[in-house]
């Protein structure tokens, strides 16, 4: 478990390192859109589905991405939904390569008390919980104006790290 979670921080720690690195030695002209459009899965760990909508903000050297996350998430006897505000930043200006991740929001969920060893009889307990992680990933390139991105985080949250498959359009 130790070797686990240290591999986890060493690739966090790795993608934060390389998101200012332009890794293309080709500027893309990429015409960013005023909003663009999230949706994500998270096959492993605790399962989920994310839908969101953002905006990018340019600077002279780096993008930064807001983005507004709708998420609904299943894992063994407990369901959550959420909200939270996903920050991805891009220390280039084509939103390719390695970028880090910021993500706050609250998790609401439902567990039918499968976690309890005395035995809660099935009772269903209802919660809120804090959705606080960081993280990082890369970006590939699919489309004009459409990218591909795999990505870690980990943090205050239900399951202390998940990985994400994800679209934005």
Not at 51 to 80: C, D, P, Q, R
């Amino acid at each position: 478990m130790k070797k686990f979670i240290c591999f986890i921080i060493g690739i966090i720690l790795c993608s934060i390192a390389f998101a200012d690195e332009n890794l293309s030695t080709e500027m893309d002209k990429i015409p960013i859109k005023k909003g663009c459009f999230y949706a994500s899965l998270s096959p492993i760990v605790m399962h989920g589905i994310y839908l969101g909508y953002g905006w990018t903000k340019i600077n002279s050297n780096s993008i930064t991405e807001n983005i507004v996350v709708l998420h609904a998430k299943l894992f063994l006897v407990m369901a959550t939904t959420g909200i939270s505000i996903r920050v991805n930043h891009f220390g280039n200006l084509n939103r390719k390569g390695f970028y880090y991740i910021i993500n706050v929001g609250v998790d609401y969920g439902v567990s039918t008390g499968g976690f309890d060893p005395g035995g809660s009889g099935g009772k269903e307990e209802y919660f809120v919980f804090p959705n606080i992680a960081l993280g990082g990933g890369y970006s590939f390139k699919i489309g004009k104006n459409s990218f591909f991105r795999i990505s870690l985080d980990v943090g205050l949250k239900l399951l202390a790290s998940n990985l994400y498959l994800s679209f934005i359009f």
